[in-house]
């Protein structure tokens, strides 16, 4: 049981970062992941003679069994991550290639959107690479506009590792003419592992006068995380959309936190996303072609 005021020492921060995650982390079954061994491994180790750094390192080793790019230790000299969600996957991306064979100057800056015609001008081209960059009516406006007398539109989200849900709201609005029901969430409650609220629908209006209804083609790589996961789910509804790359990164939990009894905080996935057809995005969305970029360079 988590003590109503537990107290600063190396064994009780580490056994209340075990206690929390136990009772809040919703991810253990899905992962396989055995919450119990893990801290039958790590907490015999822990000693009140440790310094922070030795701490540090114990809780990061803990949270790294989790495979979990949300989750994170933030003391004040260092973070806890783990990287393995791209790390040994093709990056599938290349700044100097997009710039040098596609943009040649002729590029757009819209904001954050990035943008040019391609193929004689049948073709747009938009690079967005943060939802953490904020999408200006403005800008979404102009870019739409620009591209439709197009036959399609490319929409290029490799390598962006995800930001504000806001964001993937706004871009969203502007490619559906109704209602859409883009994923079904749950939070994590009680202290059960599998204890979950029920399911519910998370629904995306249409916003704005201009809208693009013509095909669309979506660029992913596995650094397309968080936010940029939701944003693939939504549009993968749309019949109108191809998404062609890799597997994103996943993400799928939305992080939440809480403050260990030295200060340190600690923050985990809290929440479960289900695409419209039961998967499970937390460790990604499949492309509907898988495309690696060095087949198309040989």
């Known amino acids: 049981m988590m003590g109503s005021d537990p107290v600063n020492t190396p064994r009780e921060?580490?056994?209340f970062l075990w206690n929390t995650l136990n009772e809040k982390y919703p991810f253990f079954e899905f992962?396989?992941?055995?919450?119990?061994?893990?801290?039958?491994?790590?907490?015999?180790?822990?000693?009140d003679t440790m310094n922070d750094i030795q701490v540090f390192r114990i809780i990061d080793s803990m949270l790294y069994s989790l495979r979990?790019?949300?989750?994170?230790?933030y003391g004040a000299f260092n973070f806890s991550r783990n990287w393995e969600w791209y790390l040994g996957y093709p990056d599938n991306f290349d700044t100097e290639l997009l710039e040098r064979n596609y943009?040649?100057?002729?590029?757009?800056f819209s904001g954050a959107l990035v943008n040019r015609f391609l193929d004689s001008n049948r073709v747009g081209y938009m690079r967005y690479g943060s939802f953490s960059s904020t999408v200006s009516d403005f800008a979404i406006d102009l870019v739409v506009s620009r591209f439709r007398d197009t036959r399609?539109?490319?929409i290029d989200v490799r390598s962006n590792g995800g930001g504000a849900l806001a964001n993937v709201d706004?871009?969203?609005s502007r490619f559906i003419n109704k209602d859409l029901v883009a994923w079904k969430e749950a939070e994590k409650k009680d202290?059960?592992?599998r204890d979950l609220t029920e399911f519910k629908p998370y629904t995306i209006r249409p916003e704005g006068e201009r809208k693009y209804l013509k095909p669309i083609i979506i660029l992913t790589n596995r650094r397309c995380y968080s936010a940029t996961t939701l944003f693939v789910t939504a549009m993968k509804n749309l019949p109108n959309v191809k998404i062609i790359g890799d597997w994103t990164g996943g993400g799928g939990g939305t992080p939440t936190s809480t403050q260990l009894p030295?200060?340190?905080?600690?923050?985990?996935?809290?929440?479960v996303t289900l695409a419209n057809d039961g998967l499970n995005i937390e460790d990604g969305v499949p492309p509907t072609i898988k495309q690696d970029l060095s087949q198309m360079m040989s």
Not at 31 to 47: A, E
């Open 191 to 193: 202290k059960g592992r």
């Open 170 to 172: 706004k871009l969203v």
């Open 31 to 47: 992962k396989g992941i055995n919450w119990d061994s893990v801290g039958n491994r790590w907490l015999p180790r822990v000693s």
């Open 152 to 154: 399609g539109l490319i």
């Open 103 to 108: 943009y040649k100057g002729q590029q757009w």
């Open 262 to 271: 030295n200060g340190w905080v600690v923050r985990y996935s809290g929440t």
């Open 68 to 73: 979990d790019g949300h989750t994170n230790l």
């Open 13 to 15: 921060n580490v056994q």
